[in-house]
């Protein structure tokens, strides 16, 4: 177990519906990732926040957007879904900015119709 | 050209055999090379991290990096069923996007008992 859990653990949403995905870091790990991972693909950068700030962006379109919290706990929204949305979203949790101890939840895998 | 292009295609092995699977990038600012095995409906999980060129063992497995050839290599020795996954290498480094890890598409393994 890694300590980061993410919820809900599936969801299903028609396209042009928003969709927020929680996750729940380590304690103490100040830097949370979201990562897009496509059925057969690798997981794809969305974008970092290290003390409640944004720190770092894949190449992802404004729809993405994101918010970290005080108590380790954090939010990935996406508007306007699209078809090509469905997918694995991960969370994942590091000590610091350099990602060379990724933590990773479960997923959530959201399907958009 | 894909920044990590990771070879080669579905594997399946006999228990006992010996396992490579392998990595090639472009990007040379690259510095942190992991490999992560995710299992079917889970985040991947960490197993390998080295820095820089070099070898590194851990029980039965040893991560290898070339960056004069920009390839990196797993092994696994003695293959069990239970290593059945897919493994997904992934790297580092300083760039435009932060410290995103970028991933390989991944390999699938299969070990038969």
């Known amino acids: 177990e890694t300590g980061v859990t993410q919820s809900p653990t599936h969801l299903i949403k028609t396209r042009g519906q928003q969709v927020t995905l929680r996750c729940s870091s380590q304690s103490g790990h100040n830097t949370v990732s979201w990562y897009q991972q496509a059925l057969g693909q690798g997981p794809q950068f969305i974008f970092q926040?290290?003390?409640?700030?944004?720190?770092g962006r894949g190449n992802f379109p404004p729809r993405f957007s994101g918010l970290q919290f005080p108590n380790y706990s954090s939010e990935l929204n996406v508007n306007a879904l699209e078809l090509d949305d469905s997918a694995l979203y991960l969370c994942?949790?590091?000590?610091?900015?350099?990602?060379?101890?990724?933590?990773f939840g479960s997923g959530t895998q959201l399907s958009v119709l | 050209q894909k920044e990590v292009e990771q070879d080669p295609g579905p594997l399946s092995v006999p228990e006992g055999a010996i396992v490579s699977l392998n990595c090639t990038y472009s990007?040379?600012?690259?510095?942190?090379f992991m490999w992560y095995r995710q299992y079917s409906r889970k985040g991947p999980e960490l197993l390998m991290y080295t820095y820089s060129s070099g070898n590194k063992e851990d029980g039965r497995f040893t991560a290898q990096v070339d960056k004069s050839s920009k390839y990196i290599s797993l092994f696994i020795r003695d293959s069990q069923p239970s290593d059945s996954a897919t493994y997904l290498c992934a790297m580092s480094g300083v760039n435009q996007a932060g410290t995103a890890l970028i991933f390989g598409k991944g390999t699938t393994l299969s070990v038969s008992s």
């Open positions: 994942a949790s590091s000590l610091d900015r350099v990602n060379e101890k990724l933590f």
């Open positions: 990007n040379s600012a690259f510095q942190y």
């Open positions: 926040y290290y003390r409640e700030e944004e720190n």
